[in-house]
C-alpha cells in the first residue's frame, strides 16, 4: 500500500511539472507574440490644400542698373561722385581730358571752312565757263571758229562742272568729321543717364580709361535704382520646366531674418549659364536664372542673399499623407487592385494575372520584372495588422504628399516611427499603438 501511494505521488508530481511547464510555455508564447508586435504611431487620411514649391538661392539686384563706360579714351580730370551717392539724371559723372578732342575738332572744322571756299571757286569756275562755252557756240553756229576750238571750251566747261561736284562731295565729308569730332569732344563729359545710386565705383581721378569705340571699354562705375528690386535666383534643369511667368514667391533675405517678402516671377532664361557648345561632358549642373520682382520697399543692398521659394503647382482638398508614411516596398499580389481602377475590375485583373500564360514565356518575364520593382506604399492599420497599400502619390509640400490612388478618407495608417516604416513594416505584421501623430490629425 505504501508502494502504490508513493506511485500515485509520484505521477501527481509528473503531471504538474507536466502542467507547469505547458502552461509556461502558453504564457511565455504569448508575451513573445505581444514583445514580436512592432510599436508605431498612426493618423488617418485626411483632405488638405497642398502648394508645391520650387526653392532656389541668389541675389537681390537692382531691376535697372547701368554700367558707365565711356565711349573716347583718356585720363579723367573730374570724378566728382562717390561711392553710395545718390544722383540725379543729368548729373555730372566724370570728365576726361578734352584737350586731344578739341584739336581733332579744330582741325576737323579748318576742313570744312577750306572746303567751302573750294566750293564757291567751282561754282564761279562753273558759271565762268558756262558763259564762255554759250558765247562760243554761237560763234561756231556762225562759223566764225572751228570745230576744234569749240571743243576745247566745252570740255572746260565739263571740267569745271566735275570739279563742282567734287568740292561738294568734300564739303560733305569735311561736315561729316566735324561733326563726329564735335560728337567725341561732347564724349569726354559724361552725365548720368538715371536717377540713382552711384554703385560699384572702380576708376579714380587721373586714370586712364579705355573707350568702348575701340575695344571693351573701361568700367568705371554702375548707376543703379535702388527703389525697384529683384531676386535672381539659380534654378536646376529638373524644376525650371515647372516655372512660369507670373508664378507668386515668398522670399526670404538672410539679412531681414524674422520676414517674409513677396514676390513675381518676371523672366526665365533661355539658356543655361554653363551651356556649352556641346563638344564636351561638363560635371557642373545646368542651372538658368529666374528673375523675381520683389513687392516691398525694404533697405536691400545689392549682392544681398536670398531664398526664394516658388509656387508652381496647389491643390484644393485633396487627399494627403505626411510625407513620412510612404516608403517602397516591393509589391506584392494583393495589393496590385489598389494601384488603378474600381475594385471590381482591380479584383479581376489580379485574377487573371494570377493564372500562368501558357506558351508566352516573355509576358511571364515581363510580368516578373514588373512585380520585383518597387512602388510608393502606405501602411493600413487595420484590427492591430498592417496591409501594404499602393499608392499614387501626385504633388508634395513641406511635410504632406498629395494621394491620387490608393487611399481614401478616414482610412487609419502607420505615420510613425521612421525605423519601422522605412525598415521594418511587411504586409500582416502586428502593431501596438504608441499614439497618434499630431501633424495627421490636425485641420489642414
Given amino acids: 500500500m505504501p508502494k502504490n501511494n508513493k506511485k500515485r505521488k509520484r505521477k501527481w508530481i509528473l503531471t504538474s511539472v507536466l502542467f507547469i511547464t505547458i502552461g509556461g510555455s502558453i504564457v511565455a508564447t504569448l508575451f513573445s507574440k505581444k514583445d514580436d508586435a512592432i510599436s508605431i504611431e498612426t493618423g488617418k487620411v485626411e483632405r488638405r490644400d497642398i502648394t508645391e514649391e520650387v526653392v532656389a538661392n541668389g541675389r537681390v539686384q537692382p531691376v535697372l542698373q547701368v554700367k558707365i563706360s565711356p565711349e573716347v579714351s583718356g585720363e579723367i580730370i573730374e570724378l566728382p561722385v562717390k561711392e553710395a551717392q545718390k544722383i540725379k539724371k543729368g548729373d555730372l559723372l566724370l570728365r576726361i581730358k578734352p584737350d586731344f578732342y578739341i584739336a581733332n575738332r579744330n582741325s576737323a572744322e579748318a576742313n570744312y571752312k577750306s572746303s567751302l571756299s573750294d566750293l564757291v571757286t567751282g561754282n564761279a569756275n562753273l558759271a565762268k565757263a558756262k558763259a564762255e562755252l554759250e558765247r562760243n557756240k554761237e560763234l561756231f553756229n556762225s562759223e566764225l571758229i572751228s570745230e576744234s576750238v569749240f571743243m576745247d ?166 487627399l494627403a499623407v505626411p510625407i513620412a508614411s510612404v516608403t517602397t516596398r516591393l509589391p506584392i499580389e494583393k495589393n496590385e487592385v489598389h494601384q488603378t481602377g474600381s475594385e471590381g475590375e482591380e479584383d479581376g485583373q489580379a485574377e487573371a494575372d494570377e493564372k500562368p500564360a501558357k506558351n508566352r514565356p516573355e509576358k511571364r518575364e515581363n510580368k516578373k520584372e514588373k512585380i520585383n520593382r518597387p512602388v510608393e506604399v502606405v501602411f493600413v492599420v487595420e484590427n492591430n495588422m498592417v496591409r501594404q497599400q499602393a499608392v499614387k502619390l501626385g504633388i508634395s509640400d513641406n511635410g504632406y504628399f498629395e494621394i491620387k490612388e490608393g487611399l481614401k478618407e478616414n482610412w487609419e495608417i502607420v505615420t510613425g516611427g521612421f525605423l519601422a516604416i522605412s525598415r521594418e513594416l511587411q504586409d500582416g505584421d502586428k502593431v501596438s499603438q504608441d499614439g497618434v501623430s499630431p501633424e495627421i490629425v490636425a485641420a489642414p
Fill in 153 to 318: 571750251f566745252e570740255t572746260s566747261f565739263q571740267i569745271a562742272e566735275a570739279s563742282l561736284k567734287s568740292s561738294e562731295h568734300r564739303v560733305e565729308m569735311a561736315q561729316a568729321s566735324l561733326e563726329r569730332s564735335e560728337e567725341e569732344l561732347a564724349k569726354t563729359t559724361i552725365v548720368s543717364p538715371l536717377d540713382g545710386t552711384v554703385s560699384q565705383l572702380r576708376s579714380k581721378l587721373g586714370e586712364r580709361v579705355v573707350g568702348t569705340a575701340q575695344q571693351a571699354g573701361t568700367d568705371v562705375m554702375t548707376i543703379v535704382d535702388l527703389n525697384e528690386m529683384e531676386a535672381r535666383v539659380d534654378i536646376g534643369e529638373m524644376d525650371i520646366v515647372l516655372i512660369e511667368i507670373g508664378q507668386k514667391a515668398t522670399l526670404e533675405v538672410d539679412a531681414f531674418r524674422d520676414q517674409e517678402f513677396t514676390g513675381i516671377v518676371t523672366e526665365i532664361a533661355n539658356a543655361a549659364r554653363n551651356a556649352g557648345s556641346g563638344g564636351g561632358q561638363s560635371q557642373e549642373a545646368t542651372r538658368f536664372e529666374v528673375k523675381i520682382h520683389i513687392q516691398e520697399k525694404a533697405n536691400f543692398r545689392p549682392g544681398m542673399s536670398v531664398t526664394a521659394n516658388i509656387e508652381t503647382r496647389y491643390r484644393t482638398g485633396v
